[in-house]
């Protein structure tokens, strides 16, 4: 009982610890290189997407207000929602399966919130303030002038970014269009998209500037899962204990067995979570590989063979003294599970119906005999047009014998569009095989059978079948 009240337990310190701030240093090397392509052509695909349009529509557009996404160029409704839950499941599938594989590489080289972060935002505040050392050094010294336009300066910057990443994040659920009409418009005619693009920004600078690597080691749902995708053979950053220990400086003259690592804390500078490798796997990891090149620099400069730290995976790094040889099976097993899905969801989104329709018996009616000796059945049928295009349609039965009567003459559809038509299908009594009889009705677009549709087709019992 006392040590839940001594002011020097653990529990106590925890408690009481305030947020200790990362300072990072400024990352250099081959990786930071590799990082820095993939991250800017991200960023740049992230901000041309919403205003590149194929065919009239949004390359990518994700309209959940209207229901209505766009993606390649290709419009999709509600109704095709099976295509969106493959895709997802794919999604899930290829988290686990990447993660497994190739641990949290998509944290560091790929996210979002990683490369806004330490492609963006940081690098200003390197500019500004300068390297790691410098910016503790003004955080922690006294007040000044100088320190007070630093801050006004670094912070202002941050806003205007997050403003602007807000607009784009609204292109890419409302379109570039509406967002034109709410940045040219008054601002009283559109309360609520601006609204909303305030909020965005406030969100994004509060992530930014202040969240920071809190979203990664607390906050995302996806880091948090890391403890149960991982296993023995996944590859991720780490630290080869064989070869690095026991660690030590750097001696002329050493006489006891030490290790590669020269514990320069190189790697724990450049961490942009604050962690130290070296302590084993660890969830606050993103796999930004910074340790990496950091290390590299320092075995370059002593002679020792480089990736002391690397992409190892805990069978990897079991051997004793070396590091044992590896198996792709593994990795080339899943990859290629993921091709194959991959090709599956590609396959349903290209190859989608053009026309979205809906075919029901009018309600409340049956067959009606008519004076010329044909039986007719009357129906409604609801089209959606998909195509991207306007388009010219007509309806046809796949049974010969059966003809088709328009009530009302619809024969097209807008880009977009919809209607609503109805038809009587018409069979002659004589060629009446039974009461109830399955038709097959076919919607024809420029001698293009684009959907089949399947209904029944009621006539009056024959003397046979009475």
């Known amino acids: 009982m006392g040590t839940l ?19 990072a240093k400024k990352p250099a090397g081959k990786l930071y290189n590799y990082r820095q392509w993939v991250g800017y052509s991200l960023l740049l695909f992230l901000f041309a997407a919403p205003f590149i349009k194929v065919n009239g529509n949004p390359f990518l557009i994700f309209n959940i207000i209207e229901r209505k996404f766009s993606i390649f160029g290709s419009v999709f409704y509600p109704q095709d929602l099976h295509i969106f839950v493959f895709g997802m499941l794919i999604m899930m599938v290829g988290i686990v399966l990447f993660t497994a594989v190739y641990g949290r590489v998509w944290c560091g080289w790929t996210c979002p919130q990683t490369i806004f972060m330490e492609l963006i935002f940081r690098r200003i505040e390197y500019f500004i303030e300068g390297d790691w050392i410098l910016q503790r050094k003004l955080n922690e010294g006294p007040d000044s002038d100088i320190r007070a336009w630093k801050k006004i300066l670094k912070h202002a910057i941050f806003f205007a970014i997050s403003f602007f990443i807000s607009n784009i994040f609204l292109a890419y659920i409302i379109g570039v269009d509406a967002l034109y009409k709410i940045m040219a418009d008054p601002v009283d005619q559109h309360i609520v998209g601006f609204a909303s693009i305030m909020v965005f920004t406030v969100a994004f600078y509060g992530v930014f500037a202040h969240l920071r690597e809190i979203v990664c080691t607390t906050l995302c749902p996806y880091g948090r899962l890391q403890g149960v995708l991982l296993d023995e053979k996944s590859l991720t950053v780490a630290y080869d204990v064989n ?20 514990d320069c804390k190189l790697c724990v500078h450049v961490c942009p979570t604050g962690i130290d490798i070296r302590n084993g796997t660890q969830l ?3 796999n930004c590989t910074a340790c990496i090149d950091a290390c590299d620099v320092v075995m370059d400069k002593i002679g020792k063979p480089k990736r002391l730290i690397g992409f190892y995976s805990m069978d990897d790094l079991s051997g004793e003294g070396k590091v044992v040889e590896k198996s792709n099976t593994r990795a080339i097993a899943y990859s290629a599970i993921l091709v194959v899905l991959t090709i599956l969801f590609a396959f349903l989104l290209f190859n989608r119906s053009k026309i979205d329709a809906r075919l029901l018996r009018a309600t409340g009616s049956s067959y009606q005999l008519r004076e010329d000796g044909l039986v007719s059945n009357l129906y409604t049928l609801e089209l959606l047009n998909k195509s991207g ?33 109805s038809f009587f299908l ?21 001698g293009e059978i684009v959907e089949t549709l399947k209904t029944t087709f009621i006539a009056p019992p024959t003397k046979k079948q009475r």
């Open 426 to 446: 018409l069979i002659d009594k004589s060629d009446i095989g039974q009461y109830k009889q399955h038709v097959k009705v076919n919607i024809v677009s420029n």
């Open 5 to 23: 009240t001594d002011e020097n337990s653990d529990f106590t310190k925890v408690r009481k610890e305030k947020r200790q701030w990362i300072y």
């Open 243 to 262: 070869r690095g220990e026991p660690r030590g400086k750097l001696k002329k003259q050493v006489t006891e067995q030490q290790g590669d690592c020269v």
């Open 284 to 286: 606050e990891c993103v």
């Open 389 to 421: 295009s306007d388009i010219q349609f007509k309806i046809e039965c796949a049974d010969d014998r059966i003809g088709v009567q328009m009530v009302n003459n619809i024969y097209d559809l807008k880009k977009e569009g919809s209607a609503t038509l």
